[in-house]
């Protein structure tokens, strides 16, 4: 989008592995959000993949393989409490990012993307990893901004002078 001129905007819902601040299960999934904006010479001068959660889940997954701990702050095992084994935070739940300001975050994407588009909550989605539960069904959701038509073709200007 950001190719086209166009502020773009992304939210996917994924299964979940986060818990609310405080609690032990988990409600919504790490629901990356992204945002691309164009520069002048038609790329993208800015790209945002933000996760809800302090880490990708992922990381941890290859710590678990690796038998190798994970920083504090990481993961909570299933009773809620901060651990660095990676296989009980994998049974427990991700930590989301800026406390309770990334389960907003999540819960945001999980409204966009798997609300609005009919897709499998977090908490009815299946694994991304292995063969359980079939295809998670998750969804995604885009928008598109003409800069132009929200700042009166100030948009390039202004931009370049926020991020130089």
């Given at each position: 989008l950001a190719q086209a001129g166009l502020m773009g905007i992304g939210f996917t819902?994924?299964?979940?592995?986060?818990?609310?601040?405080?609690?032990?299960?988990?409600?919504?999934?790490?629901?990356?959000?992204?945002?691309?904006?164009?520069?002048?010479?038609?790329?993208?001068l800015v790209l945002i993949d933000q996760s809800a959660s302090t880490i990708a889940k992922s990381e941890v997954m290859k710590h678990?393989?690796?038998?190798k701990p994970v920083p504090l702050g990481w993961v909570l095992d299933a009773e809620g409490r901060p651990t660095t084994d990676p296989d009980l935070g994998l049974k427990g739940?991700?930590?989301?990012?800026?406390?309770?300001?990334?389960?907003?975050?999540?819960?945001?994407?999980?409204?966009?993307?798997a609300a609005m588009t009919g897709a499998s909550l977090g908490t009815e989605a299946s694994p991304f990893s292995g063969p359980v539960g079939g295809p998670p069904r998750t969804?995604?959701?885009?928008?598109a901004i003409d800069p132009g038509a929200t700042s009166g073709d100030s948009f390039a200007e202004r931009f370049t002078t926020l991020v130089g």
């Open positions: 819902n994924a299964p979940a592995s986060i818990a609310p601040s405080g609690g032990a299960v988990p409600v919504l999934g790490t629901n990356p959000i992204s945002i691309a904006a164009p520069g002048p010479d038609g790329q993208a678990a393989r690796e038998g739940s991700m930590v989301p990012s800026g406390g309770y300001k990334g389960v907003g975050i999540a819960l945001m994407v999980e409204m966009m993307a969804g995604q959701f885009f928008i």
